[in-house]
């Protein structure tokens, strides 16, 4: 069963890479190719070649980080707790035991700075547990000794129950307020993730305050190297437009609260 759930899962994470623009463009040039239609394969090379242009990733990024505004921890109303959602950490797999720190770490850093200004007197991280992780410890312990070890308080320092997607992480966190008999939380998270989890955060019946972090679009600039392919921006396209396939189905789809 376990082996299955591992394929399920690779399968579903495979499968929308097919319309990611990196993946799509693949397609139609393996498309053109076979089918011998040159305009179908010039598509595919047209799509590859616009998103890897940094000027059209960071524009993407831009749509997505502007829609909650940014804050300063002073700015920061105050709250029963603070929440930081997950996919910023992992266990080193060579170094087991450490953690290996990717470029969302702002959402740790601004959510211990948030409970050290005393904004909320609990931080709670999500446990996120997915069925292809092959690890020695739970991430989730990790990052909580790390947070004591920049200064919180480790009676401060929560876990939700496992969880694999940001719904399941505004679940687990409505699970835990109702528990506890708190009611409002500081919702930190990547700017271009907060429109999402917002969302699902809102239709889970929690009253939160928004504060994005980890920004990675330098924003508009009309320099010439903006418009010079690279890799980076290919990945950074395909990483925003999956955030707009994601918005987009849990905006379609009819959830009801629960």
């Known amino acids: 069963m376990t082996i299955f759930l591992k394929l399920l899962f690779e399968l579903r994470k495979f499968l929308p890479t097919l319309f990611m623009p990196f993946g799509l463009a693949l397609v139609l040039i393996a498309l053109g190719l076979l089918l ?64 290996q720190w990717n470029d969302a770490v702002a959402r740790f850093e601004v959510a211990v700075q948030l409970v050290r200004a005393q904004k909320a007197p609990i931080l709670l991280f999500t446990d996120a547990q997915l069925p292809t992780d092959d690890r020695h410890n739970s991430t989730a312990d990790l990052v909580r000794r790390a947070a004591v070890e920049h200064g919180v308080s480790e009676s401060a320092v929560r876990l939700t129950r496992p969880v694999t997607t ?12 109702r528990q506890n008999e708190a009611r409002r939380v500081i919702l930190v998270t990547s ?60 905006r379609l789809m009819p959830f009801q609260k629960q």
Request: aromatic share 12%.
């Open 191 to 250: 700017a271009f993730h907060m429109a999402r989890a917002a969302l699902l955060f809102r239709r889970a019946g929690i009253e939160f305050v928004p504060f994005p972090a980890a920004y990675e679009s330098p924003g508009w600039e009309w320099k010439l190297n903006r418009f010079e392919p690279s890799v980076d921006a290919l990945a950074r396209a395909d990483r925003n437009v999956h955030e707009i396939y994601g918005n987009l189905f849990y």
């Open 166 to 177: 940001t719904s399941d992480e505004a679940q687990a966190v409505r699970d835990y307020l």
């Open 36 to 99: 011998r239609r040159r305009t179908v394969a010039l598509a595919g090379l047209l799509l590859l070649f616009l998103a890897s242009l940094p000027a059209v990733s960071d524009s993407l990024g831009l749509v997505l980080e502007n829609q909650y505004p940014h804050l300063q921890v002073a700015q920061c109303p105050t709250a029963d707790v603070v929440v930081a959602l997950g996919g910023y950490a992992d266990e080193w797999k060579r170094f087991p035991g450490e953690i």
